[in-house]
Structures are given as C-alpha cells and as structure tokens.
Nanobody, 117 residues
Framework: QVQLVESGGGLVQPGGSLTLSCAAS????????MGWYRQAPGKQRELVAL???????NYADSVEGRFTISRDNAKNTVYLQMNSLKPEDTAVYYC???????????WGQGTQVTVSS
C-alpha cells in the first residue's frame, strides 16, 4: 500500500519560515519525481515545486527564490523549505509522487499552511 504522509504545516507570521516533509512508503522512492502542490480556498490546485528522480528542480514563479525542494532517498522523504512566507502562500499543501514510465501517480492527504499575523 502506497502512503505519502505530509507533516510540518501550521500557522506562521508573514516573513516567517516553515519546512514541510513528506514521507513515502510502498514505492521505490528513487524512481519517482516528487512534487509539492497547493490549493487555496476557491482556487485550483497548483504546482509549487518539483524534484525529479535525477534531482532536477522546478519552481512556480510565485515561490522562486523563497522555497527550496529537496529529497533524501535514504529516508524516502521529500522536503519543502519555505522562507519569507506571504499571506498568499496560505493553502493546503499536498505531496505528489509520479513515475512517468509506469504512469503511476500518488497523493498525500495534505497539510494546512496558514500565513497570518
């Protein structure tokens, strides 16, 4: 059974930092591209950051320079370091695992990030 379990969300003041973690099980982690997506109320889910199996990274323009995605294949975990947080970063953040060769795609349950004073 595949599981993606996010943690690290919470309430933070504008300008603050948070680190999200996503622990994966039931997949060969090193073969998957891992992504962080977010969905704010009334908006579509959007890609925040992606890291491929080969460690290539890609970021949404809105978070470039503030967020950093990384992975630890030994721990089957992907991280999202979020700095200089803004109220518009408030959303539920979801972890995603995708293997393009097999077309397998999995989602975590989400973790709430709220940026407010």
């Amino acid at each position: 059974q595949v599981q993606l379990v996010e943690s690290g969300g919470g309430l933070v003041q504008p300008g603050g930092s948070l680190t999200l973690s996503c622990a994966a099980s039931g997949i060969i982690f090193g073969l998957y591209a891992m992504g962080w997506y977010r969905q704010a109320p009334g908006k579509q889910r959007e890609l925040v950051a992606l890291i491929t199996a080969g460690d290539t990274t890609n970021y949404a323009d809105s978070v470039e320079g503030r967020f950093t995605i990384s992975r630890d294949n030994a721990k089957n975990t992907v991280y999202l370091q979020m700095n200089s947080l803004k109220p518009e970063d408030t959303a539920v953040y979801y972890c995603n695992a995708e293997n393009h060769r097999s077309s397998r795609n999995y989602w975590g349950q989400g973790t709430q990030v709220t940026v407010s004073s």
